[in-house]
């Protein structure tokens, strides 16, 4: 039986060891390890960053790759037996918005679906809104569905937990500090 909390939510910046931690977290937990993929290879780069992830997981893990049907996935990947790491809500609202889908019901939804779940789920996103304000409106869109969907799932979110330069800092409940090595 885990004993995660059953909504975490890892924020921070790129390469401020985000996913390390939230992997971290569910490998120190019994059972199976879910890692719930929201990435689409659309480059070489994105490629690169996607094999990095992979390698780096042991045999614990089993990756299922979902870029629209976040809820959908995870009714499917949750249970007692098992903690599902979800990487990353950003690129999941940006694979919705690529697609027209609504973010703001999609988040809903997903928010509305917390409550049903069997078992943890540590949620990553890049905190894109301390920067400055974009220069053109499909990416000010972006910043402001990120911001609102953040401040969502930390409403419902057990524990929140704020990544930078490697070191976690609780914003919200309570979370083993898991020192991570840099990416």
Known sequence: MSTLPPVTLILGGARSGKSRQAEALVESQPGACIYLATA???DAEMVARIATHRDRRGPRWTTLE???DLVGALNGACGRDRAVLVDCLTLWL???MGAAREPIR???TLISALAT???PVVFVSNEVGQGVVPANALARRFVDEAGRLHQAL???ADTVILMTAGLPLILKGTA??????PT
């Open 66 to 68: 979902e870029p629209l």
């Open 176 to 181: 083993p500090p898991t020192r991570t090595a």
């Open 117 to 119: 779940l069997t078992g």
């Open 154 to 156: 930390t409403a419902a």
């Open 94 to 96: 940006s694979n919705l």
């Open 40 to 42: 689409e290879p659309g």
């Open 106 to 108: 999609e988040s809903a």
